[in-house]
């Protein structure tokens, strides 16, 4: 192997550092003693290595020298993009790319992510805070050594603020919420308010439109991750509650619709701000899955994963191996500007992980106090007033474009337009958001985030885990971020984990039912509806949160499946919303179990579980090359599952009762071929074409298709053709008729977006 070796020592010493053999590797230098290069802040001699794939291995002697050369390794690669990340979470990124970034800035400083970042600090372990000051330090060795990067000339920048412990944890922050965030709540609450709104005036059930038919909960297809789990662990289904209780809803008015959508707004209209938020309009994620060694070729485990998080350049991700001799050995990928490896492979286990979308986050619409300038001084509770916090900003924008280096202004934001945050102890320390002083209203935000969780703790331990129970053990650290793991270790063991902490509700856990609005819609904060979060009574392990929260057995998990294998998507993973309900499931020992609004993707479990069934069928092996190929797939899940209804409906147009109308199809030709076409499709989507790449092809040769990928890519064509008219002159036509009857554009807006129209037009073809 040829491996390219740069050595680094203290300023102090004249030593060359020691190679070492990590992860069964060899290692040969190449290079001479003296051409160790002296760095300030680094304890003893570490080498930075690059084999042939130029992902860099760091080998160091301790820890902290770890941390410092991961800094270190970062800056030098990836300084720029650490800086606007560390700047978005802290609502300073106007400072680095102007006023454009002042909406994001003002928005992000009132979520709060440095605030969340001191209360991480002052509660992580020494270690932590240690592995955090050397990876600033590192950061800052290669800002005080090297030019920067050509961005900030063309930013008209000459500096760049020193790295601090707390930037790697506001980053961390930001990550979670950008994973985990529930802002589709807001959305859904205006979309509700006004199905509702509508509704009570034309006679229709707004709320039933809202919940059965356009924003449905349950997925199209029923495979799940873990089936029978809610059984498993002493939980039930209630009897005879398949549709949710709407008759105890809220009923939204105009003043909180409005406060509504002030959010919405913000963040639909500003670019930084509408990457961060999901609101579950398209269907995104990532897939993992393990089979055991029962099941393989090997007789080993395999675990396999292809994180799917936005297609940024540079990745969000950086690979790297990281070594302290003695006390940590991984490789895998990283966040830079973040020390951790989030995914990868120790010497006793690999992981994977997924994000589950669990419900994390609530809105609340609280009664407030405002002063004689029309500034929130206290919401109201049950009567009594309780005091506001206010956090005074300034805020800077860059002016770029006037010639003049350094020339960072202040942009004099009002007080009432981000110049204060105000903050609501109630909400765990949590944000209010949109104020409307007339009415004195406004929405806050509760988020477990805002707690001081331990995220970068549990990465640290998952890399250090030693088998599958120690694994565990680390989950229990994952605070916030939700994330399904999967996991396999040389012992033979696989198992899947459930990283959060998901707060049990006040009238779920006591009412069985929601009080009001459930909570995947903006809740009542007034006290007068039974909406908080209960206060700690059963402290789990490693626990953050100062209240209640789901067990961590009773959190998804399965160890070693009898069957050999599991896999997750993103996808519901125990079928809490298969029936469209995710409020009719019972804890075990009583209460509602609750843990996400439902939404989950669907088509990429659907095809992986039915990949894997098939295959180790009847005693089936697989191997690596059969991962990969799965990993390829390109079949149409939901292809599979529409196309027998158009089939089904050609075949019915042809019987003696059908509607002339539809009989007319039966003599174009155009019809006959499509239907043949599709009648003989595998689901697979090769794109038939010489030019275009396909799974396995070589890229630097391309090969003409055969005949059977291009009725293939023909059919996939006419499908997708008919999915997209299918959809609009259905759930969108209906919709729109309405508004065209009635001379304004009022529900259409609220239309949902292609997954949950899609969803509820297969639901409308499965009742048909």
């Known amino acids: ?12 010493l004249i030593q060359s550092g020691i190679l070492i053999s990590a992860m069964g590797l060899s290692f040969s230098s190449g290079v001479l003693a003296g051409d160790a290069v002296p760095i300030n802040g680094l304890m003893n001699p570490a080498e930075v290595m690059y084999p042939e794939t130029s992902i860099p291995t760091i080998k160091t002697s301790s820890l902290a020298d770890m941390a410092f050369m991961n800094g270190y390794q970062h800056a030098k690669d990836r300084l720029f993009q650490m800086d606007y990340t560390r700047r978005l979470a802290n609502g300073t990124v106007a400072e680095l ?16 992510f440095s605030r969340a970042a001191i209360r991480s600090y002052m509660e992580a372990s020494e270690e932590m805070k240690v592995i955090l000051r050397s990876y600033a330090n590192g950061v800052n060795a290669w800002l ?31 990550l979670a919420f950008d994973l985990s965030n529930d802002l589709q709540e807001i959305d859904w609450t205006i979309a509700l308010g006004t199905f509702q709104q509508v ?7 707004g709320t039933a439109l809202f919940l059965e038919d356009l924003y449905r909960s349950a997925p199209p297809d029923d495979r799940v991750t873990v089936p029978g789990f809610l059984e498993s662990i002493g939980g039930a289904i209630l009897s005879g509650n398949k549709k949710m209780d709407t008759k105890n809803f809220t009923q939204y008015s105009e003043t909180d619709i409005n406060l509504a959508k002030q959010i919405f707004n913000t963040w639909t209209n500003d670019n930084h ?15 993992v899955w393990a089979v055991s060694g029962s099941n393989t070729e090997s007789g080993y485990p395999l675990v396999a994963n292809d994180p799917h998080l936005s297609l940024n350049y540079p990745s969000v991700f950086y690979p790297i191996h990281l070594y302290a001799e003695g006390e940590f050995n991984a490789a895998g990928v990283g966040f830079p500007g973040a020390p951790a490896i989030a995914q990868g492979c120790n010497q006793y286990l690999c992981w994977g992980s997924t994000v589950h979308p669990v419900d994390e986050t609530d809105f609340y619409f609280e009664d407030i106090k405002t002063n004689i300038f029309g500034l929130p001084t206290h919401t109201v509770y049950q009567g009594q007033e309780e005091p506001i916090e206010w956090i005074f900003q300034v805020y800077y924008a860059n002016q770029i474009g006037d010639g003049v280096m350094d020339n960072v202004e202040d942009q004099h934001i009002g007080y009432d337009a981000g110049g204060i945050t105000f903050v609501v102890p109630r909400r765990s320390n949590g944000p209010i958001l949109s104020i409307d002083s007339e009415n004195n209203r406004a929405v806050s935000m509760q988020f477990t985030g805002f707690e001081a969780t331990h995220e970068l703790e549990a990465f640290l331990d998952m890399a250090r885990a030693r088998d599958i129970h120690e694994f565990r053990d680390a989950t229990t650290k994952f605070d916030v971020g939700s994330q399904n793991f999967g996991v396999a270790d040389i012992y033979g063991n696989i198992a899947y984990y459930t990283g959060a902490e998901v707060p049990i509700r006040e009238d779920l856990q ?21 909406n908080e979060w209960l206060a700690v009574d059963n402290p789990q392990p490693n626990q953050a949160s100062k209240y ?34 995710v409020l009719n499931q019972l804890r075990p020992g009583g209460g509602l179990y609750y843990i996400s609004q439902g939404g989950y993707s669907t088509y990429r479990m659907g095809r992986l579980d039915r990949l894997m069934e098939n295959a180790m069928a009847d005693g089936g092996k697989v191997d690596s090359f059969d991962m990969k190929m799965w990993q390829a797939n390109n079949q149409s899940m939901d292809a599979e599952l529409i196309v027998p209804h158009i089939l089904n409906a050609f075949n019915n147009a042809s019987s003696s009762g059908a509607w002339p109308g539809i009989q007319q199809f039966l003599a174009d030709p155009r019809v006959l071929s499509s239907i043949e076409k599709l009648s003989m499709w595998d689901y697979s989507m090769p794109t038939g074409l010489a030019e275009g790449y396909d799974p396995f092809e070589n890229p630097f040769a391309l090969s003409e298709p055969s005949e059977t990928e291009i009725n293939n890519s023909v059919a996939a064509t006419i499908y997708s053709a008919w999915r997209s008219m299918a959809v609009q002159n259905t759930i969108d036509a209906t919709i729109k008729g309405y508004d065209a009857a009635i001379g304004q554009d009022v529900l259409a807006p609220q239309l949902p977006g292609s997954k949950y129209a899609f969803n509820g037009f297969k639901n409308l073809l499965d009742n048909f």
């Not at 192997?1 to 102090?12: D, G, L, Q, S, V």
């Not at 009080?515 to 509806?529: E, L, T, V, W």
């Open 144 to 174: 005080a050594e090297n030019p920067l990067p050509i961005e900030y000339a063309g930013l008209e920048l000459t500096s760049v603020e020193r790295w601090s412990p707390l930037d790697s944890l506001a980053i961390v922050k930001l």
């Open 1 to 12: 192997m040829n491996n390219k070796i740069k050595r680094f020592r203290p300023a102090n």
């Open 548 to 581: 209640e929260i789901i067990p961590e057995a009773e959190m998804p998990h399965w160890e070693n499946p009898e069957r050999g294998w599991f896999g997750n998507a993103n996808n519901d993973p125990i079928g809490v919303s298969l029936d469209n309900n």
């Open 97 to 112: 790319v102007g006023s454009a970034g002042l909406s994001a800035d003002i928005q992000l400083r009132t979520i709060g």
């Open 199 to 205: 509704g009570a005036l034309a006679g229709f059930d």
């Open 273 to 287: 701000l509408k990457k961060l938020k999901n609101d579950g309009t398209f269907d995104k994620g990532s897939n």
């Open 510 to 530: 006591t009412l069985m039912s929601p009080d009001g609005a459930p909570p995947m819609f903006i809740r009542d904060g007034s006290g007068n509806r039974m």
